[in-house]
Structure formats: C-alpha cells, structure tokens
C-alpha cells in the first residue's frame, strides 16, 4: 500500500526514469565500447536542444495554471529572433532598433517604478504583519506612487538614452539580450491587457497575436531577408558567441538560462503571494476574485512573463542557429503546451507546476536524441511524441485503479437475481477501493 | 420560510386526468386503493470502501403518499435514495417493487421500472427549450430522421398543462427561474411514467411563492396515485407536506411514523439523536456608533432588455455587535444588497457607504477587505471555496497578502490562521491540511466564515449562511454568528428561511421586489409582519 502510494506520487518522475532507461540500454556503443547516450556530450547537448522550448514552456506554465493558453509564443520567440538579429548586424535606424528603443525605455520605466512601489509599500506594512494584525490604516490606491513613478521616470530615460547610444553601432550581447526581451513582453502585455481588459478569451487573444506576430516579424525583416543571418566576428560581435559557449565546461549557456527560468519561477509560484493567487485563479476564478485577489493584474502579468520568457528564446535561438526568422518559431507553442501537460499540470488551470514541466520538456528532449542515435526518421519522431503525450496524459490524470474501474464497469453485470440473495453480488475489493473518493463524496 | 396550510386545492379533475392519461394502462385502476405498497425496502446495507452508509434499512412506501426522508447530512438518505433509483448498483438487501423484487442495472432499468428521481442540482440543458428538455433523448421523430418539434411542443405543453404548471413550452431553460426549472424536471419524470418520484432537495433553491406552486403538484400527484418520496432540510415545509416520515440517522433507521402527532422537536431529536433547543439571544442594546452606514443605495443591473433597477433607495445603519437581518422573497434585491456593499455587484450603483462614519468607496473585493468588510457567499462551492485545496489554503486566501512580506508569503503566519480557524469555529477535520471537498457542508461552510475572519473584520456580510447543512451545524453556526456579534463584529445576514431570519435578527430589514419595505425591530418581527412587508405588489412597483 505504502509502496503504491509512493508509486502514484512520484508518477510524474516515472515516464522520465523510463525513458532514461530505455536510452541507456538501447544506445549504440563507440568502438571503445562506451554509451553514446550516458555519455557527457550527448547529454548536455540534450539540455542545449531542450532550452528554448523549456523556457517558453516555463511562462506557458504560469499562463495554464492560471486557466490560460498562450499561443502566441512561437510568433512571439520568432519576433524575438528577427529584432535580435537585425540589432546586432544592422547598425543605424532599422525597424527593428526603432521598435526596440521604445520597448526597452517603457519596460525599464514601468518595471522599476513598480518595484520601487513594491518595496515602499513593503516597508510600510511590515510593522504591522509582524505585529500578527492587519493593517489599520487604509492605504489609498495613489499614496506613495510619487516618488517610484519619479524614479520610474528617471530609469525609463535613462534607459532610452543607453539603448539609443547603441543605435548608432551595432547591439552588444548584453544589449540584446536586455532589450530584445523588452520587445517581447511589450506583446505579451498586448495580449495580457486584451484578455484582461478587453475580456477576450485567452485562446482567441493569443490566436490573434500569434498570428499578427508573424507578420510583424516579416514586415521588420523585410521582403529580402526572410531569414538574417548572423556571423559572429563578420557581422556581428564576437562576443556573442557566449550564449552558446559551455559555462564552466559543464552546462551549455542556453540551459543556464532554462535552469534559472525554472528554479526563478518555481520559487515565484512556491514562495510568493503571486505565485499562490495564480494558483487561486486557476481553480476558482470567482472565489478569488470575492478574496479580493486583483486577478487583473495577476493575469496581465502572468502573460507579460510568458512573453518575456519567449523573447529571452529568441536571443539564444539567434546564437545558437546563427540565424533570426520569423517562423523561427512555428510549432513552439505546441511543444510548450505538450510539455507542460505532459508533466501533469491541468489544462483548466489550478493544479501543477514547474517541476512537471521541466520533466515534461526533458522526456521530449530525450526521446527525439534517442530516436536520433538510432537514426530514425524524424517523422517517426513526431509519431512517437503524439503517442507520448497521450500516454502519459492517460497515467497522469487517472490513477490505475480508476482504470481498472472502468474495465469492471464493461465488463456484464451479473443478471439482477430474483431470490435477491445478499450473496448475490459482490464487487471485487479493487473497484471498492478504487471508488471510494468519489462515492464517498457523493454520499455526504 | 412562510407556511402553508394543509390541503389547499387538490385539483381533482386534474388529478385524475393525470390518472386516466398515461397511467391507466398499466396499474388498472389500482390507484384507488392508496393503501397499496407500491415499494418495499428490506435489509438494504451499503458500504464505500468499509464506510459504512446504510445498515439493515428498512423502507416501504405506499401508494400516493407523500414520505418524508430525513436525517442529518451524512445520515445515509441521499445513500438511500440513489440505491431505489438504480444509481449505486451494487448493495445488500431487497427492493421489491409491487411485490416483485428487483435489482436495477441502472438509472434507465429503474426508470423503466417506474422510479424517477429528480437531483438537487437539475439536469436540464439551458440552451434548450421546456419541451425539448422533457422529451430529449426520446424525441418524436419524422420519417426516422428528422425531430418532429411540432409534436414535441404539443405533448410537453399537454404535459404540463395536466399537471397544472403554466409554463410556455417553448421558452429556454435559462430563461425560467429556478422553481419553475424544478416543475420542468418533474414534469420530465412523469414524461417516463413514473409512478415512484424520488425528489432530493427540491426546494433549496427556491423562494417560497415557487414552493407553495411545488408543493400543490406535489399533492396532485400524491392524489393521482404517485409515491412520493421527498427530503428537505427544512422541516416546517416537512411537516405541511408529507405524510409519513422516516427519520435516518448515521446509517441506521430510527423512526418510520405518520406525521400526525409528530411535532418538529421531536423529528430534530430523531434526526441528531438528543435534544436540540433553538435560543434566541438576548438583544443587546448598542448605543455606540454605526460601523456601517448605507443611504440611499441604488443598483442598476445590464439585462437584455435594457437596464434593470434591481435596487432602490435601501438605507440602513449596523453598530457593532448588531445582527442585522435581510428577509424578503428571492429576488427582491437581498443578495445584491451585500454585494453593492462589497463593491463586487455587477451593474452601475449609486448611494453612500460609510463605514465608521467616513464615506468610503468599495469598487472591489480588494477595497472591501482594506476596509476590513467580509462577505461569505451564498453558493460556497462556486464562489466561496477552492473546492480541490486544503483547508489551509482556503482560509488563507485572503490574508496572503497581509501575511506576506515583500510578496514573499508567510508560511508560518497563513498555517496560524488556519489553525485559529479550526480552533475556534471548532472545524471537523484530520488538520489544516485536509481537501476541503472531503468536508461536510457544515464543516465547509465554517471554513468559508474562518477565511474571512481570519482577515479581521469589522463588518461581516453572511449570505444564505446555513443552505444545505444540517441541523446541528446550523446550531453551530447560529452559535458562532451570535459569538461573533458578542465580540463586536457589525453583522448584515440574508437567508431565505424565516425561523433563522427571527432567530438571528436583532432587527429585520424587509426587502420586496427591490425597495426597501421597512425595517422592523426585535419586538415588531414576527412570520406575519414579515410576510406583509416582503409580499409582492404591496408597495409601489419600482420604477423602471
């Protein structure tokens, strides 16, 4: 029983454990007879394939537990990938540094007066939740924004004139990789203030910015340069070539930054009030909007995250294939939402969380490496990942008892007895036990 | 609730023409006798998993009786009941039906057999229409393919019509109001010859105008021969109806009698096995100050035909450790009144707010909680509780924010507040860590006050704080709402049932089709005072 139990709760860890296995017993071997799949290379390259869907997939699983989808972040990634590109081949005033200056001024402006706001407010309740009571005195909806909105302010130009004074050369890797995401979250914020504001359903808000992205991302490419290319030391600093450089020997650069997505966001989701009304949001929209949870903004910001998230993509895709496309990104946001169900985190929102996810990415990162050390087709891969996801969805969501419910319930039910003998009929202890939640709940 | 009397109009021909209809065929003429046990239960036993539900119950029923099933929530009547309508398949004991036993497969097998049941929560689809609902998954059809609407309406309006429900068969279930959703449902059932009808619940949800409407099909069947079985958690509705009871308690049978001679002391005694006395507090006198303040509060809701004045001219003072009740007919306004006060009624909304004298304005349950005003909803399932979490986080919710620092939550400061909670509204449960789903309604209701009196509050908004528990828990909770006035708290409490709103109030404001009616005092608030104020048409209609 206790055996069981920690089976069912450890599940989650279970389809990856397989995998694994399943890799290291039927890797080819190297002609000094070592696995190819348990060895060290192939590994972090595994971690570097996984990390642009994983950290697109870390904000799709703040939008989902939330009770949204987020199409968008392919369009979104592949955006992502054409300002990043342009930034750091085309000097002068391109399309895309005009959209990029802008953004980042906002987003530095915005985000700093927000948290200086924060912290103020912080500071002033403090004394009072340490005191174990409630605030006393009403804390109106303007007081204390003077001095973060100046501070905003200050940082917001300040920022405008930084990124503009690179506009004149090219963007340096730090640039990049502050401003592209600035870009990024500008659309997420779009998407956000539509559900939010304009009371869109995510589904058909997300639709609409996944296609309208695409097209944004071509319009700033222009007509010539579907795809720019980006050579490091020719066109572009050499210097960039740190985002897909080892860190130590030991973690490539892109999944640094997918480890840090998840342990971040993980701790925001476990640790934080923000983390917890997501959650609250998700399981009962209504009930937390009458606790006076301002679901708005959580909402808005779970988005302005995911798009975030999507930009940082962008950047490492642009290092790691040399290249920014619009379409970079197409069938992204599949693999994200996949990735997130797959490791148990439910559609309708409420119920999951990101160490799900993480295994969710890794099993499809491990899969399409084993199918390619066995030189299979990638269309088999595709099969194969479909077949996954039903798999692992049916495990997850019902526990084996319930299934072997369902098969007794096919089975014929013993012809209702004339005597009606006590002995008539009993159920087998599997479909009692396996029942019990539901029943007893129906009972009270 | 306001009472009926005994025996109002049986409809005879009606009655008789539901006999003659569909029924005839089948019982020949054996209605008369209403003697009859048309359902005998012997020895029936059912366990979830080594819970024990039901043990050893016996049940019988009669023919155009009207049989009462009691007991406290977890009693074993809803165990029972689903057993008789071929739900739960799988149980010890006997069901005979006319004298042939019988084991039912499931819900259509019994269906077939005569029993129908109508759940607490209705199973009509609101985009269709009354007649389309009665007759789904039946429908007449032309030449084999196509639904035959025509006789679809025609037999639902004929249905209806005998029944004596005057509802239009063509109109969308969204469109009816509860009660009248509940006779569709009804209707439904004897749609499928039903001579047995198993009724759960079936006037939670409705105002008492739609009860007395209820409660007269219900006779009418009673008299047409059907059984009848029926539970309530009201007990005066009980009483007025049925005509014999069977009390469960804890899974066992403890009373079967007529309901002649029995009184409802004696049916609360059976029911929570020793003896419950309600208690009215003594009023206290407050002379201090108001906490709140309403004047002249105004709300106009959005429908689809334009703007609807819900709420007129409703003023009202609470001092602290005043119980204020809000009585009147569903729909008159009562609900929105706490709403508009909590800043969450949908709508545009005018009027002051003054909470300790200072004008204040709530524009959302953020506000309210600032200023320190709770409100517990109505449907605690779908607005009060995250059904799926712990009672930890439930109570929580909304004191994270206070308990937090810096956005970073306190652990240790939200599992305090839970423990309080549990301490002191004395929740039954493993810890604070227990799914709140797996609580009984009573217990879930507790945590539905404790979340917010875990924030602090001066003033505390109770909607319908007693729907569908039982009644020792609503003794528990009368007790901890009169504690909580004891303390200070400013009390504002809308419930539909009259016994409580007497009980509770230390005064009555009386609510009719959105206008304030008056505002009675201790003293003035009796079942009569009330009924007059609340009853439709006695004050002006409001303006549009």
Redesign the interface.
């Known amino acids: 029983m206790i055996v069981l139990r920690l089976l069912s709760r450890t599940k989650l860890y279970w389809g990856l454990a397989i995998i694994c296995l399943i890799g290291a017993l039927a890797s080819p071997h190297t002609s000094s007879g070592r696995n190819i799949f348990l060895s060290f290379n192939n590994l972090t390259d595994v971690l570097r394939q996984v990390s642009i869907t994983g950290l697109v997939a870390t904000g799709m699983t703040l939008v989902i537990l939330l009770g949204g989808i987020d199409l968008s972040v392919g369009s979104v990634m592949g955006f992502s990938t054409i300002i990043c590109a342009m930034l750091l081949t085309q000097p002068g005033w391109t399309p895309a540094s005009i959209v990029a200056v802008p953004a980042a001024a906002i987003a530095a402006g915005l985000g700093v007066g927000f948290l200086a706001r924060f912290v103020f407010h912080g500071l002033e309740r403090g004394r009072d939740v340490d005191a174990g009571r409630r605030n006393e005195t009403v804390l109106g909806p303007w007081r204390g924004v003077r001095i973060p909105a100046l501070l905003g302010l200050v940082c917001g130009a300040l920022a405008a004139v930084a990124t503009a004074s690179q506009v004149s050369t090219k963007f340096g890797v730090l640039a990049v990789l502050l401003v592209t995401p600035c870009v990024a979250l500008a659309l997420g914020a779009i998407n956000g203030t539509l559900i939010v504001a304009g009371r869109l359903q995510p589904f058909i808000a997300t639709l609409a910015m996944m296609v309208s992205a695409l097209g944004l991302g071509r319009l700033t490419a222009g007509q010539d340069h579907a795809v720019i290319a980006v050579y490091t030391g020719t066109n572009a600093t050499q210097a960039f070539e740190v985002l897909r450089s080892m860190v130590w020997g030991i973690l490539p650069m892109p999944s640094v930054f997918f480890l840090a997505a998840i342990l971040i966001f993980g701790a925001v989701l476990r640790f934080t009030t923000f983390g917890r009304y997501i959650y609250a949001i998700g399981g009962n929209p209504e009930a937390a909007k009458l606790s006076g949870i301002k679901v708005a903004q959580v909402q808005l910001a779970a988005y302005m995250i995911s798009g975030l998230l999507a930009g940082v993509a962008g950047v490492l895709f642009v290092a790691q294939y040399r290249q920014g496309k619009p379409d970079a990104g197409s069938g992204l946001e599949l693999d994200a939402i996949a990735a997130v169900v797959i490791g148990g985190t439910s559609l309708m929102g409420g119920r999951g969380g990101l160490a799900g996810t993480f295994v969710g990415v890794l099993i499809f990162g491990l899969l399409s490496d084993i199918l390619q050390l066995q030189n299979i087709d990638s269309n088999v891969q595709l099969l194969m990942k479909g077949l996954i996801i039903v798999g692992t969805v049916l495990v997850q969501e019902q526990n084996l008892g319930q299934l072997l419910t369902r098969w007794r319930g096919q089975a014929p039910l013993p012809p209702p007895t004339r005597t009606g003998s006590v002995e008539a009929y009993r159920p087998s202890q599997v479909s009692m036990t396996s029942k019990t939640r539901e029943d007893i709940h129906e009972a009270s | 609730m306001g009472m009926t009397t005994h025996g109002v109009s049986i409809q005879d021909e009606m009655a008789s023409s539901v006999r003659s209809g569909r029924r005839s065929s089948r019982d020949g003429g054996q209605t008369s006798d209403s003697h009859a046990v048309v359902l005998k239960a012997e ?1 029936v036993s059912k366990t ?4 024990t ?1 039901l043990r050893d119950v016996d049940f019988d029923l009669r023919s155009g009786e009207v049989h009462a099933l009691m007991g406290e ?2 009693a ?1 009547k ?2 029972l009941m ?1 057993i008789l309508a071929g739900v739960h ?2 149980y ?4 005979r039906i006319e004298g042939a ?5 499931g819900v259509q097998d019994a269906e077939r057999a005569g029993v129908a049941i109508i759940h607490q929560e209705l199973n009509l689809v609101p985009e269709l229409t009354a007649a389309e609902n009665i007759f789904l998954g039946r429908e007449p059809l032309i030449l084999g393919t196509l639904v035959d609407h025509r006789r679809i309406v025609k037999a639902a309006s004929a249905l209806l019509k005998r029944l004596g429900i005057e509802i239009d068969a063509q109109r969308r279930i969204a469109e009816l109001r509860i009660g009248e959703q509940q006779l569709v449902e009804i209707a439904k059932a004897l749609s499928l010859d039903a001579r047995i009808l198993i009724m759960d619940e079936p006037t939670s949800a409705l105002s008492t105008a739609e009860c007395e409407t209820l409660f007269k099909v219900v006779r009418q069947l009673a008299q047409a021969g059907v059984a009848i079985i029926y539970t309530s958690h009201r007990l005066d509705e009980v009483v007025a109806l049925a005509d014999r009871v069977t009390v469960l308690r804890d899974g066992e049978r403890v009373l079967t009698a007529p309901i002649e001679g029995l009184s409802q002391s004696a049916i609360i005694s059976a029911m929570v096995g020793r003896e419950v006395t309600l208690t009215r507090r003594d009023s206290v006198a407050s002379s201090s100050a108001p906490v709140l303040s309403v004047r002249n509060l105004t709300l106009d809701k959005v429908s689809s035909r334009g703007w609807r004045r819900v709420l007129l001219g409703v003023s009202f003072d609470v001092r602290p450790g005043e119980i204020l009740g809000i009585g009147g007919l569903l729909g008159s306004g009562r609900t929105e009144i706490l709403e508009s006060i ?1 800043g ?1 009624a949908r709508g545009w909304r005018d009027g002051e707010i003054a909470i300790d004298g200072e004008p ?1 304005s709530i524009n ?3 506000d ?5 005003v709770a ?1 517990v ?1 109505e449907d605690r399932k ?8 712990t009672i930890r ?1 439930n109570v ?15 652990f240790a ?1 939200e599992a305090e507040l839970a423990t309080d909670v549990i301490d002191k509204l004395a929740v039954r449960c493993y810890g604070i860590d227990q799914i709140v ?2 609580l ?2 009573g217990n879930q209701q507790k945590v539905s006050i404790g ?1 917010w009196l875990a ?2 509050p001066r003033v505390l908004l109770l909607d319908e704080p007693t729907r569908g528990i039982d009644v020792g828990a609503k003794q528990e909770i009368y007790q901890l709402i009169f504690g909580l006035a004891a303390e200070g708290l400013a009390i504002v409490v809308v419930t539909s049932e009259m016994p409580e709103l007497l009980l509770l109030s230390d005064r009555v404001l009386v609510m009719s089709e959105g206008r304030q009616a008056g505002i009675l005092s201790g003293a003035e608030a009796t079942q009569e005072a009330i009924m007059r104020l609340a009853a439709p048409g006695m004050s002006e209609r409001v303006a549009p």
């Open positions: 020895g979830f998993a080594g819970v539900a929530n977890g074993g809803s165990t689903k398949v799988d010890d004991g006997e069901i036993p019988v084991r039912f497969s909590f969450v204040v959302s349950a953020a309210a909680c600032r200023l320190r409100l909803t779908a607005l009060g509780l995250h059904i799926a979490s986080d929580a919710l909304p004191s994270v924010g206070a308990a937090s620092r810096f956005g970073v939550r306190g400061r789903a797996t009984s309604g979340k924030t602090g």
